[in-house]
């Protein structure tokens, strides 16, 4: 089954592709309009593959939240926490920083906000392993405590008064602003998070630290009598989780909103779960599975206009994929069940 | 009665009313959380069961005119919902917690996308009882206008102690949770077993969705829930797998979601955010002081195995 890993998400994806066309031919849409309108609007032409890799940046990053927990047999949902932490304490440290140089500025407002998303998923591991508190719904809490924080605090104490529509912090500077990679509309965030999963790639495959996670992740017991720091070990990997997504929000501060607001809360946490399970949690996959759903996000605005389909049409098709993927995972593990008792 | 003292009192009385207004749904979802927990498996879904049910019921009271037929039809796409998830999770090397992911996101998107030509049009709503009626107190009078669905879901919470602790269904979801082999042993159909408590559970969330729009907050939006199906999951962990004590949580719960909009009508606005937040932080708080590293009481035995 050494096909598998490549064979389980393009069957989901080509049946999903299938379902969507006949769920949006019912709601009235000309299906194969429709997937040209995705393909176009995701990958057609140059333009429409930079806002692809714009939306993949986030995406990569909020994965990797999900994906590296998930090697400790964790399931951890609190990407949109982090990354709204992570955006809040990047626009603070921004502003703080705002009289030094850009260099600086953006070193500080990184590390701030890999801190606060790293320490809220860290606190998620922490009180999994020291009280048992179930990881999944303390994520899961921490979100709509995060985005309540942010709401609290950008509505009073640190709202700009010149944003009247959508209360904002003060911008940090059009001078500190993450750049454009050479002559693309393409962020530096991208870049962030293709290292991002590099590097944890290279930590979980050549290091004993990966080692030892996998260990955690197989067999707890053994792994605590063969000695290893077990609590430890948890805390760093969400810690290393949470900062991904961290980066995440302050990417999205400092690249395209300039402030921190509600926009932070886009959702990308919350797909990031669905491409880390996409991509089986192996930090180098995310990097392709990104990519495809950084499209259908930048798709689904032209999608939406040409056939007149409602804003959720997306959230369909993610849908759909996340079922599909999770079905033809069961029958391939059928599959690989009957091959195994035959022989 | 000093002005202030009166102000308190308004706060104190519209906490009460939404303790039972915005209580109720959590209630229905957490019941059904807690049917298919029973049986030894999450379902993480149930806010897709919840704005489904929420669309579906509306939709349907709207078409056909009555509020009943429209929790009817909730209550069916929450056994559809029910139905898929017990059916992915049977499989090998499935998660459950995955799954339940996966159908939330689905079930709001498919809701989001139905439910788009419902956001005009007014169905008709469920009935209420005026327990007030003996007050002159207008506010208190607001407060005691109980929903036939909430008095529903008060009968259920015992009558599903009952069923556990007494029936001999309930004593086969109790063996399913408790230990696969167990029940193999006995001759039970685990798969079957939990496939239809995970369905009932499904009808339940589906009817606590029909709540939300056909009597509070009332009408169809996207906005219509915020968590609720989730918070019903932590919600039931702490009422350690009780239905009597989902009851009990739920008026908590609703009671903590009514303090923020309380609060704002008597023109305490500064902290809004952050009594909105105080459900989410007194969920948090009692799932840390209910959790040890011993494995908790009532938990079904097949979800602390893991």
């Not at chain 2, 037929?69 to 139905?83: E, I, M, N």
Request: aromatic share 8%; net charge neutral; hydrophobic share 55%.
């Amino acid at each position: 089954m050494t096909f598998a890993p490549f064979l389980i998400p393009l069957t989901a994806l080509l049946l999903s592709l299938a379902l969507f066309g006949v769920f949006v031919s019912l709601a009235g849409a000309d299906a194969l309009a429709v997937y040209h309108s995705i393909y176009r609007g995701a990958f057609g032409t140059w333009f429409s593959w930079q806002n692809t890799l714009v939306s993949a940046a986030p995406l990569m990053l909020t994965a990797l939240c999900t994906a590296l927990p998930a090697r400790l047999g964790l399931i951890v949902i609190g990407g949109e926490g982090a990354v709204v932490l992570g955006g809040l304490a990047a626009a603070l440290t921004g502003l703080a920083l705002i009289d030094t140089n850009a260099w600086l500025a953006l070193s500080g407002m990184a590390l701030a906000a890999m801190l606060a998303g790293g320490l809220l998923i860290g606190l998620v591991g922490w009180l999994r392993h020291s009280r048992n508190v179930n990881e999944t719904i303390s994520s899961l809490l921490f979100n709509y405590i995060s985005i309540a924080i942010l709401s609290f605090l950008v509505i009073g104490l640190l709202r700009d008064p010149e944003t009247l529509n959508k209360p904002s912090t003060h911008h940090i500077g059009e001078s500190h602003m993450l750049g454009a990679l050479g002559e693309t509309s393409i962020h530096w965030g991208f870049a962030y998070g293709v290292i991002a999963c590099v590097i944890l790639w290279l930590l979980y495959k050549r290091t004993t630290f990966g080692f030892a996670v996998d260990m955690i992740g197989g067999n707890l017991r053994a792994a605590r009598l063969s000695g290893l720091p077990v609590g430890r070990n948890i805390f760093l990997v969400c810690l290393m989780g949470g900062a991904a997504a961290g980066l995440a929000g302050m990417v999205e501060v400092a690249a395209v909103h300039g402030r921190a607001n509600t926009s932070l809360n886009a959702g990308y946490g919350y797909e990031g779960i669905l491409i880390a399970f996409a991509a089986r949690h192996h930090p180098l996959a995310i990097i392709p599975m990104a990519i495809l759903f950084g499209g259908i996000r930048a798709a689904s605005g032209l999608m939406q206009r040409d056939h007149d389909l409602p804003d959720a049409t997306g959230l369909v098709l993610q849908g759909m994929i996340f079922i599909l993927l999770l079905a033809s995972e069961a029958v391939f593990a059928r599959l690989a069940l009957n091959k195994g008792s035959k022989a | 009665m000093s002005g202030e003292e009166s102000q308190w009192l308004t706060v104190l009385i519209a906490v009460l009313g939404g303790a039972i207004r915005v209580g109720t749904p959590f209630l229905f979802v957490s019941l059904g959380e807690c049917l298919t927990e029973k049986s030894g498996r999450i379902n993480l879904g149930l806010e897709g069961n919840l704005i489904m049910g929420a669309m579906a019921g509306y939709g349907v009271a709207w078409i056909t005119g009555s509020a009943w037929l429209g929790v009817l039809a909730a209550g069916a796409t929450g056994v559809v919902l029910g139905f898929v998830h017990a059916l992915l999770c049977q499989q090998p090397r499935v998660n459950d917690i995955a799954v339940g992911i996966a159908l939330m996101i689905l079930g709001t998107g498919l809701a989001f996308f139905i439910g788009k030509p419902l956001i005009q049009p007014t169905a008709p709503h469920l009935p209420a009882l005026h327990l007030g009626a003996w007050s002159d107190n207008p506010a208190l009078r607001a407060a005691l206008e109980i929903n036939a669905l909430f008095i529903v879901g008060v009968l259920l919470a015992p009558a599903m102690a009952w069923f556990f602790k007494s029936s001999r269904w309930g004593l086969a979801i109790r063996t399913v949770g408790e230990s696969d082999d167990a029940a193999r042993a006995m001759g039970l159909n685990v798969n079957g077993v939990r496939m239809l408590a995970t369905m009932a559970g499904g009808f339940l969330a589906g009817v606590g969705g029909a709540f939300l729009s056909l009597y509070y907050p009332g009408g169809w939006s996207e906005g219509l829930s915020s968590g609720q199906g989730l918070m019903a999951v932590a919600l039931v962990i702490f009422a350690r797998w009780d239905p009597m004590r989902c009851l009990y949580a739920s008026l908590l719960f609703g009671g903590a979601g009514a303090l923020g909009p309380s609060l704002q009508a008597v023109g305490v606005t500064s902290g809004y955010y952050l009594f909105n937040a105080a459900p989410y932080v007194l969920t948090l708080i009692l799932m840390i002081a209910a959790s040890s590293t011993k494995v908790r009481s009532g938990m079904p035995g097949s979800l602390a195995a893991r």
